[in-house]
């Protein structure tokens, strides 16, 4: 099943196609396209090139893949037992300049995510990131320093089929991908007064 972005103009095929499933398929990331992913991510854009990201990967059944899924809120949990894939996104609180809290290194990791995702898209995988779940016990299960954030939690893996999936999330997988309007969104002039380029 794709799930086509309905854009109001016509955009990349990549970020047309993008979308976070939760039914994935039992079956194996390449260890090829893998590192094409972290590639993708490394060479995001980032606040004085700090680079402040890191990633805990795991690849199932391997421990760490056991450790991530058990961070994981039941909520998210629960669609997470076949997904070949997990990752931690990690970032680094501290700004090399200064030696105080960088105020871009969350913006940074996210940006460095959505490269992830879009190289996701190109491979035939998808992407699947999550707020949910236990960072703090995820910091202790990794030994993550002190200076460091942990971020998000992400599923990877070849999209499966919405039948696979508990009624309610099956119904989710089902729907329309939505948006705010642009008109919403992009503004001149003052703070909530929409732009002349949009309708
Ligand atoms: C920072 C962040 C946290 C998210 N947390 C969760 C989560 O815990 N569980 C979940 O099912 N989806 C989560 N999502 C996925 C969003 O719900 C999803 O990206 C959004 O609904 C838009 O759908 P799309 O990615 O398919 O376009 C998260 C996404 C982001 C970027």
């Known amino acids: 099943m794709e799930k086509f972005a309905i854009t109001s103009y016509p955009i990349n095929h990549l970020a047309n196609q993008r979308w976070s499933p939760r039914a994935f398929?039992?079956?194996?990331?390449?260890?090829?396209?893998?590192?094409?992913?972290?590639?993708?991510?490394?060479?995001?854009?980032?606040g004085g090139n700090e680079q402040p990201w890191r990633f805990i990967l795991g690849v199932r059944p391997d421990e760490t893949w056991q450790k991530i899924l058990s961070t994981l809120a039941e909520g998210n949990r629960v669609w997470n037992l076949e997904v070949p894939v997990l990752i931690l996104a990690c970032g680094n609180k501290i700004s090399s300049w200064d030696g105080g809290i960088s105020p871009y290194f969350q913006y940074d990791v996210g940006q460095a995510v959505a490269h992830m995702s879009?190289?996701?898209?190109?491979?035939?995988?998808?992407?699947?990131?999550?707020?949910?779940?236990d960072a703090a016990r995820a910091g202790e299960l990794f030994e993550v320093p002190e200076n460091f954030g942990v971020l998000t939690a992400i599923a990877l893996g070849y999209r499966g089929e919405p039948d696979t999936l508990p009624e309610n999330l099956k119904q989710r997988e089902l729907q329309d991908r939505s948006r705010k309007a642009l008109s919403e969104i992009v503004f001149g002039g003052k703070f909530g007064e929409k732009a002349y380029i949009v309708e």
Do not use: I
């Not at 194996?28 to 992913?37: I, R, S």
């Not at 879009?118 to 779940?133: I, K, N, R, S």
């Open 118 to 133: 879009l190289e996701a898209t190109h491979l035939g995988l998808h992407v699947h990131q999550m707020g949910g779940f």
């Open 25 to 46: 398929l039992d079956k194996p990331v390449e260890q090829e396209k893998l590192v094409k992913l972290f590639e993708a991510a490394r060479w995001s854009a980032s």
